[in-house]
């Protein structure tokens, strides 16, 4: 007799099951694997649109917030303060939308098999990573050009701008992921969302230009601030606002443990409702 | 030995949604408010699905689900499956576990036939390293060697068929649960995967579980078969027995029907006794293969005084869809005074006309001028048309899912034009 035995009941409690994941991290890789393939096949440009999608964003943006509004970037150039804002958003947009869009476009699978449903956005969230680390090179290129000097507290503060980012689009994607299954018209607020968090993100603007103290604590909920916090800081040889940091780490945390538990926890009627 | 599935009190409770079977954040905000204002609470409409379902199968058993539709079997596989959890009750299985509720699940248009056979095998359970232990044969046996590396948007649905059925059938897992996927594309492709099947579970002892519609696959396929009535199993034994059990009790196909009373018209001038279906040989059957012509004849008795009158079948399948309705215009031409005494009305279904399934028939008698109905029965008759691959008929080798409301066998040329 084979050592597999499964053990089928009614859900109750919650688990993460991480060995079962495991078992799976084939399929993982195949989902993976297989959206970005079909990706860059279908489109005429292929992978250079991952290079063409954040370079003309940022020229765009170049030209309007700082050469038409003049807003200021301090001690360094606006095109680099931009990019190293946008490829971390990038990949947030991403992986949050797809993410949530993801068990409605698996419906049909979901009907007839069964595997960990965490593989399908987290196998989103992967795809989304892959063009960051694209977007990321394009970046270093750019701070080449322009002579920009990274600190070497980098090696710090970028692992964990990456980690904060990606626990939250992991966190809010996987909520909105399941909630979509349940109330089939909220992704038309997605977009909507998404645009909100656009604008309280210090993207186009430095955090330090909101003279509010009120709005900048509010502000610093919004955990993408504080990855761009620590991705900015290296750039301008500064450390990060540690406030800003610590308030966007714990809601990243608080999105990463709420999305998960409240996907856990319908995941298992989703074949029944999707 | 421990069996290698066990249920135990399995039940499964689905809500009764009105229309749509997923909720709108609309809905649940309007709901609320008028529930709130007019301060009532939703009803919802429960019902189990299945209930107290309990079965020991042994390892290299292979057993075959029916029932009729909403019986509950795909329910109940999809629970084995894991794919929706029960609402009450255990399983355990013991073994590797594949299930196959369908065919190329997750096959992608653009990705290459290669790469779909990695896709779809990794979806179904396989392991990267088998996949590509097995890949020579799988790519033989579907028989598109030629395209295996072109998208399979290029394909044919027949191609795309054939090379999902090349990976499922090298699954390797000890456990293996059917639903109905084996009615799939050509005849001796199906037959093909099934003795490739066969082979392997003979080979290695492999437990199966098989739904299916069609008896004369559970019958090759299965020893033993469980019945599915409203969601519980209302017999379970020998395939045959429980087939038997299932056709007489369940398909409700009755091909005669006897008033011992008598049906009498308005007048009491005719009285209808008997109503029977048979072939051109005169046995009396209820079931007929497509190409097969149907003969009914019902027998009636004009009791006091001639009377002249004709005759009208209704036939409606098991969607309760009108096929046609037929007045028998002939003798209703000839406009016959039929003296007293005993009659035999025969009409011929012509073969080549029904598709599969289950039909009834509704008969009348009513003088043709002026038309006046004199007796009109419903649900007389119910009779089963099925498929004879042997005969020539109008679906030639084509096993899958082929629907239409008939079945005629119609005249085809081609001629070449240069």
Redesign the interface.
């Given at each position: 007799?084979?050592k597999?035995?499964?053990?089928?009941?009614?859900?109750s409690g919650f688990s993460l099951a991480v060995k079962e994941l495991w078992q799976y991290r084939?399929?993982f890789y195949?989902f993976t694997w297989?959206d970005i393939?079909?990706k860059y096949?279908?489109t005429y440009l292929g992978i250079l649109w991952a290079l063409i999608q954040p370079l003309g964003m940022m020229l765009i943006f170049t030209f309007i917030f700082s050469k038409t509004l003049q807003i200021d970037s301090g001690n360094i150039v606006y095109p680099v303060f931009v990019l190293a804002a946008l490829v971390l958003w990038n990949f947030f947009n991403a992986a949050v939308s797809n993410a949530a869009e993801s068990m409605i476009l698996h419906a049909?699978?979901?009907?007839?098999?069964?595997?960990p449903r965490l593989i399908i956005p987290g196998s989103t969230l992967l795809v989304a990573f892959f063009d960051f680390l694209i977007g990321l090179v394009i970046f270093f290129v750019l701070c080449l050009y322009y002579h920009q000097a990274i600190e070497w507290t980098a090696i710090f503060y970028f692992p964990a701008g990456i980690f904060v980012v990606v626990f939250s689009a992991f966190g809010l994607g996987t909520f909105l992921a399941a909630l979509n299954?349940?109330?089939?018209?909220?992704r038309y607020t997605l977009p909507f969302l998404m645009q909100l968090l656009f604008f309280a993100s210090q993207i186009i603007y430095p955090l330090t230009a909101v003279k509010q103290s009120w709005l900048h604590y509010l502000l610093a909920v919004n955990p993408m601030n504080a990855g761009i916090e620590l991705f900015r800081s290296p750039l301008y040889h500064t450390s990060p606002d540690m406030q800003v940091v610590g308030i966007g780490l714990a809601s990243a945390l608080l999105l990463f443990i709420t999305g998960l538990i409240y996907f856990r926890k319908t995941e298992?009627?989703f074949?029944?409702?999707? | 030995m421990?069996p290698a599935i066990e249920i135990r009190n399995l039940g499964k409770e689905?809500k009764l949604m009105e229309a749509?079977?997923?909720?709108?954040?609309?809905d649940?905000l309007s709901n609320t408010a008028k529930n709130i204002l007019r301060g009532k609470k939703k009803r919802k409409n429960k019902f189990w699905a299945l209930e107290d379902i309990n079965a020991d199968i042994m390892?290299g058993e292979r057993i075959g689900i029916i029932g009729r539709n909403g019986a509950g079997k795909s329910t109940l596989l999809?629970?084995?499956?894991?794919?929706?959890?029960?609402?009450?009750?255990?399983?355990?299985?013991?073994?590797?576990?594949s299930?196959l509720?369908?065919v190329g699940?997750?096959f992608?248009n653009?990705?290459t036939g290669r790469?779909n056979i990695?896709?779809n095998g990794?979806?179904?359970g396989l392991?990267?390293k088998e996949i590509k232990q097995n890949l020579d044969e799988i790519i033989v046996f579907s028989g598109v060697e030629k395209f295996i590396d072109t998208p399979i948007k290029h394909y044919s649905s027949g191609m795309k068929m054939r090379l999902a059925f090349s990976v499922a059938a090298h699954l390797n897992a000890?456990i293996l649960l059917i639903d109905e996927v084996l009615a799939v594309g050509d005849i001796e492709f199906q037959k093909k995967c099934l003795g490739k099947m066969e082979e392997v579970s003979q080979q290695e002892g492999r437990t199966i579980l098989f739904v299916s519609h069609n008896m004369d696959s559970i019958r090759n396929f299965c020893s033993k078969s469980l019945l599915l009535d409203v969601g519980k199993i209302i017999h379970q034994g020998n395939t045959n027995e429980v087939i038997n059990s299932y056709v007489a009790n369940h398909l409700q196909t009755q091909a005669q029907k006897q008033w011992p009373e008598g049906i009498f018209s308005y007048d009491k001038n005719i009285k209808l006794r008997k109503t029977f279906l048979h072939t051109k040989e005169n046995k009396i059957t209820s079931r007929f293969d497509t190409t097969e012509r149907i003969g009914l004849s019902f027998e009636f008795e004009v009791l006091h005084h001639q009377a002249s009158f004709t005759h009208g079948i209704n036939l409606y399948n098991q969607e309760a869809v009108n096929i046609f309705n037929s007045h028998d215009v002939i003798t209703a031409k000839e406009n016959l005074q039929k003296e007293p005494g005993q009659y035999k009305a025969t009409v011929w279904i012509p073969g080549n006309l029904l598709p599969e399934g289950i039909f009834t028939i509704g008969i009348a008698l009513f003088s043709a001028n002026p038309v006046d109905v004199m007796i009109h029965e419903q649900n007389v008759v119910n009779f089963e048309v099925f498929t004879d691959f042997s005969k020539s008929n109008a679906r030639g080798r084509y096993a899958e899912d082929f629907p239409g409301i008939i079945r005629p066998l119609l005249d085809w040329e081609t001629i070449r034009l240069g």
């Open positions: 007799m084979s597999f035995t499964h053990h089928i009941q009614p859900p084939e399929l195949f297989r393939k079909v096949k279908q049909p699978i979901i009907k007839k098999i069964y595997f299954v349940k109330f089939r018209d909220f298992a009627y074949a029944d409702i999707s | 421990k689905y749509e079977p997923y909720l709108s954040l609309r649940v390892p999809k629970i084995i499956s894991r794919i929706t959890p029960p609402t009450k009750g255990e399983a355990f299985l013991r073994g590797r576990v299930s509720l369908e699940t997750g992608h653009e990705l790469e990695y896709l990794s979806i179904l392991k990267r000890e």
